[in-house]
């Protein structure tokens, strides 16, 4: 669906280069059909030295041109931009808008540009670099099965992509948006108790990272619950449990469940307030 489709990336800052990025590896995207905003000329050269694909600071001119418009700022900065292409007439020409701002809410968008407006939420995350990405969308008042179909052809490519209401996005973003950051800290945390226990810190982390990458693809994989193939690993009287109740005694379950209903309330507060930064 994606094919002979132009898309303008409005905000091409960490995520908004990394689903051009992810599009381009995948091959669903050429870099003429792809074009990029930013705030200041002087970013723009900037990002244009790191990007291969044309970047300039005309949001409306970009809109124009393109049929997916992808509004990448920060929250603060949604409903402004929104405004600025509908006066503008910048969205006369029905383009698909999606967002993946934190806490935005759809009706937000949408009031803001003034005129009817296609409009599909998502919620990526940054692994959409390497095709690794969740990606989660919900559609707008004036989208339908067409409107959440070309999203899908934008970033199937990019990961796992499903379709959940509207009311969900605050816990995903909270889960998955965030939550590479969470697994990062883990494997960082993990390599340090290798390295702790006599191993080089490049193998630490290396034996860290593909732990965590084995054990999410069993999960996805087999379809186990989590719990059941814990059990597998916890040899009785050994060294994984006796291992497992100290990380108990640190509350490490409740520390991270409870970190991710703090970013889902937190993303809750994003939208509509010009004094809030972003996730
Ligand atoms: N980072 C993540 O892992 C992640 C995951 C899921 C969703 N998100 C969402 O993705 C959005 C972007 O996050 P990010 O981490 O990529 O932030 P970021 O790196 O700060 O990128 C935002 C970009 O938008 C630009 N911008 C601001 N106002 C603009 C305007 N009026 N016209 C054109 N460009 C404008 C910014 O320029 P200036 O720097 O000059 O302001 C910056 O280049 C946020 O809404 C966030 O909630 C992020």
Same mark, same amino acid.
């Given at each position: 669906?994606?094919?002979?489709?132009?898309?303008?990336?409005?905000?091409?800052?960490?995520?908004?280069?990394?689903?051009?990025?992810?599009?381009?590896?995948?091959?669903?995207?050429?870099?003429?059909?792809l074009?990029?905003?930013?705030?200041?000329?002087?970013?723009a050269?900037?990002?244009?030295?790191?990007?291969?694909?044309?970047?300039?600071?005309d949001n409306?001119?970009?809109?124009?041109?393109?049929?997916?418009?992808?509004?990448?700022?920060?929250?603060?900065?949604?409903?402004?931009?929104?405004?600025?292409?509908?006066?503008?007439?910048?969205?006369?020409?029905?383009?698909?808008?999606?967002?993946?701002?934190?806490?935005?809410?759809?009706?937000?968008?949408?009031?803001?540009?003034?005129?009817?407006?296609?409009?599909?939420?998502?919620?990526?995350?940054?692994?959409?670099?390497?095709?690794?990405?969740m990606?989660?969308?919900?559609?707008?008042?004036?989208?339908?099965?067409a409107?959440?179909?070309?999203?899908?052809?934008?970033?199937?490519?990019?990961?796992?992509?499903?379709?959940?209401?509207?009311e969900?996005?605050?816990?995903?973003?909270?889960?998955?948006?965030?939550?590479?950051?969470?697994?990062?800290?883990?494997?960082?945390?993990?390599?340090?108790?290798?390295?702790?226990?006599?191993?080089?810190?490049?193998?630490?982390?290396?034996?860290?990272?593909?732990?965590?990458? !084995?054990?999410? +693809?069993? @999960? =996805?994989?087999? *379809?186990?619950?989590? #719990? /059941?193939?814990?059990?597998?690993?916890?040899?009785? %009287?050994?060294?994984?449990?006796?291992?497992?109740?100290?990380?108990?005694? !640190?509350?490490? +379950?409740? @520390? =991270?469940?409870r *970190?991710?209903?703090? #970013? /889902?309330?937190?993303?809750?507060?994003?939208?509509? %307030?010009?004094?809030?930064?972003?996730?």
């Amino acid at each position: 669906m994606l094919e002979n489709k132009k898309v303008a990336i409005l905000g091409t800052g960490t995520m908004g280069r990394a689903i051009a990025q992810g599009m381009l590896n995948a091959g669903v995207m050429d870099t003429d059909r792809l074009l990029g905003t930013v705030r200041t000329e002087r970013e723009a050269r900037d990002v244009a030295e790191q990007v291969p694909f044309p970047i300039s600071t005309d949001n409306a001119a970009a809109a124009r041109g393109a049929d997916v418009l992808l509004l990448c700022t920060k929250p603060k900065h949604v409903a402004p931009l929104m405004r600025e292409l509908g006066e503008a007439g910048a969205l006369d020409h029905d383009p698909l808008v999606i967002c993946i701002a934190a806490g935005v809410r759809i009706a937000e968008i949408e009031a803001a540009a003034g005129v009817a407006v296609r409009v599909v939420r998502a919620m990526p995350n940054t692994p959409c670099l390497i095709g690794e990405g969740m990606i989660v969308l919900s559609p707008g008042s004036h989208s339908g099965e067409a409107e959440l179909d070309l999203a899908v052809s934008v970033f199937q490519p990019l990961g796992r992509v499903l379709r959940l209401d509207e009311e969900h996005m605050d816990a995903v973003t909270g889960l998955s948006g965030s939550g590479p950051a969470f697994v990062y800290v883990i494997i960082e945390a993990l390599a340090e108790g290798g390295v702790m226990a006599g191993l080089p810190r490049r193998v630490a982390t290396e034996l860290a990272a593909q732990t965590v990458k !084995g054990a999410a +693809r069993m @999960v =996805l994989e087999t *379809g186990r619950h989590p #719990a /059941a193939l814990k059990d597998d690993v916890t040899t009785p %009287a050994g060294c994984t449990v006796s291992a497992l109740l100290m990380m108990e005694d !640190g509350r490490l +379950r409740s @520390v =991270l469940a409870r *970190g991710v209903q703090e #970013a /889902a309330r937190s993303a809750a507060g994003l939208g509509g %307030a010009p004094d809030r930064d972003q996730q």
